[in-house]
């Protein structure tokens, strides 16, 4: 064999044909996930729809704010801290009793739901408004539903999510502009720092913290990051450099993608965890549980048409093992593209059902926002165009509409067009 021939080559062992496959599959999925920012019209959807919720309730209760969060409600103040106290809560409400910081609270919670539903500085908004459901349900834990649970979990999760992305404020100006979300001084990572510093500035405000010989815990370990994390706060006021910039950009879609997996799993997870519980129960086992569900007297806004529909056996059963049956086969049927759309229409039907007939709109709202979020791109984008689009412009227009022409006369004809070419560019150019 001369010094020209080929090298033979060595045939590549199945395991490590095996091995440089799954290699190429997980660099190509983290490449996805860090490089490509899934769902940010569902997101945009949810931040819109969780917003609503929160303030719809806020003003709704507006004249029984002092009765349920203030100084009026049975669950008095003191009851709240000791509560809290036991579970390691937060709730700005309980800072002052002062009627002044209570209205204050109030009306920055309102404002913070509005912006953050406008998409005015979305990544900051979204902290406040997480902020405030906490607050909020933290003051009277025990007076709430189901809805003001799941409400709290999103707007968690919500924070960690390019929510602000399209239909938004900071869209607009972004197309006005020219200038993308997070290129410009003071945008989410100095925000995203600005909030772990004030956390751990709140964690380190407590007793136990500042003692001679304080006990190790997450209060006493950051007691020390918050003063470098408020100097890293200044820093990311102004321009960041373009490594830091790339580093940053593929953060925060990696966490966008992250949040809208957990929030995904977290709708499964009730999905799932209700009907596994309903199957355990004999009521839904032999078709009885819609009739009792319609005749309690606390959930019944509606007497009349509860005890109606309370009286078809037939249909209770249906309706019964329907939701069983949708509930627990909720994650499978995601992966079946017809089969999932299906089951969305029938979960809100549910919800609207649960809405009027037990009288539960926060939690058949908040249930509700979270099934778009398994809505098709392609359908959000044309409701939004054709429904949202069209009533805009009928907002706009107002309700008059072109001027009448007066009796006798006829319109003016239209001006004619020249012929030829320059007829031809001189309307494209008006156009």
Not at 143 to 155: C, E, I, Q, Y
Not at 297 to 318: H, K, R
Request: glycine content about 10%.
């Amino acid at each position: 064999m001369t010094s020209a021939d080929p090298t033979p080559r060595v045939a590549a062992s199945p395991y490590r044909r095996v091995e440089d496959a799954v290699a190429r599959r997980l660099v190509s999925a983290l490449d996805t996930v860090s490089t490509r920012t899934f769902a940010v019209h569902q997101a945009a959807l949810l931040r819109i729809g969780y917003g609503l919720v929160f303030l719809v309730g806020l003003i709704r209760e507006y004249l029984n704010r002092r009765e349920i969060w203030g100084d009026r409600s049975a669950w008095s103040p003191e009851m709240a801290r000791e509560l809290l106290s036991g579970i390691d809560g937060v709730s700005l409400l309980l800072e002052s009793d002062t009627r002044w910081w209570f209205e204050g609270v109030y009306l920055a919670a309102i404002v913070v739901s509005a912006l953050f539903v406008l998409g005015w500085h979305t990544r900051a908004m979204s902290v406040l408004f997480a902020v405030m459901v906490v607050s909020f349900n933290s003051r009277s834990i025990l007076m709430t539903d189901g809805g003001d649970t799941v409400l709290l979990l999103m707007s968690i999760y919500l924070a960690f999510t390019a929510c602000g992305r399209v239909w938004s404020l900071d869209a607009r100006r972004a197309r006005r502009t020219g200038i993308r979300p997070g290129t410009g001084p003071g945008h989410e990572v100095g925000v995203l720092v600005g909030l772990l510093a004030m956390v751990a500035l709140g964690t380190t405000c407590r007793a136990d913290s500042w003692t001679p010989e304080p006990e190790f815990s997450f209060a006493f370990v950051c007691q020390w990051i918050w003063i470098p994390g408020i100097a890293i706060v200044f820093g990311a006021l102004w321009r960041l450099p373009r490594a830091a910039e790339q580093v940053r950009a593929g953060l925060v879609t990696v966490v966008h993608n992250c949040a809208l997996f957990v929030i995904a799993a977290e709708v499964c997870f009730i999905y799932g965890a209700a009907g596994l519980y309903k199957v355990q129960g004999s009521y839904w086992q032999d078709g009885t549980a819609m009739h009792y569900v319609l005749n309690l007297e606390y959930f019944a806004p509606w007497p009349g048409l509860s005890l109606t529909l309370g009286e078809n056996a037939q249909m209770g059963v249906l309706m019964g093992y329907l939701t069983v049956f949708i509930q627990v086969g909720f994650v499978f049927m995601l992966f079946a593209k017809r089969v999932k759309y299906v089951a969305i229409v029938i979960l809100l039907g549910m919800h609207f059902g649960i809405a009027i007939l037990l009288g539960l709109p926060a939690f058949s709202a908040s249930m509700s926002v979270g099934d778009a979020l398994f809505l098709p791109t392609a359908f959000l984008i044309w409701t939004r165009s054709r429904v949202v689009g069209r009533l805009m412009d009928r907002l706009r227009r107002g309700p008059t509409g072109p001027a009448p022409t007066p009796a006798g006369r006829e319109a003016a004809p239209a001006p004619p067009v020249p012929g030829g070419l320059e007829g031809v560019a001189s309307t494209s150019g008006r156009v």
